[in-house]
Nanobody, 128 residues
Framework: QVQLVESGGGLVQAGGSLRLSCAASGRTFSSYAMGWFRQAPGKERESVAAISWSSGSSTYYADSVKGRFTVSRDNAKNTVYLQMNTLKPEDTAVYYC????????????????????WGQGTQVTVSS
């Protein structure tokens, strides 16, 4: 069982930055690929970014955030981050992190992973 707790959300003006954190419980964090998702009101949940297990050698970004968002992980702290720069009003959503048991899986396949555990979400609001 893995418990995930997101933090770092808030209200920011367009063009600003936020860094989301997702702290995970358990001793096997490095074996999980981690993903960030978001859901805006009235819209379906969408994948934002993902990072592969262990060193995080593989990353994935949705086209809408490519070049603005960066996903990273610190296995010593059991934490995955989402650095969000040049935020836009359309980035407003509840952001969730998720964990997928995926040791050894790298490359573009991380785009389609099935996630086993989810956090409770953190609200990000970008004002224009």
């Amino acid at each position: 069982q893995v418990q995930l707790v997101e933090s770092g959300g808030g209200l920011v003006q367009a063009g600003g930055s936020l860094r989301l954190s997702c702290a995970a419980s358990g001793r096997t964090f490095s074996s999980y690929a981690m993903g960030w998702f978001r859901q805006a009101p009235g819209k379906e949940r969408e994948s934002v970014a993902a990072i592969s297990w262990s060193s995080g050698s593989s990353t994935y970004y949705a086209d809408s955030v490519k070049g603005r968002f960066t996903v990273s992980r610190d296995n010593a702290k059991n934490t995955v981050y989402l650095q969000m720069n040049t935020l836009k009003p359309e980035d407003t959503a509840v952001y969730y992190c998720a964990a997928s048991w995926a040791p050894g899986i790298v490359g573009t396949v991380i785009r389609g992973l099935k996630y086993d555990y989810w956090g409770q979400g953190t609200q990000v609001t970008v004002s224009s």
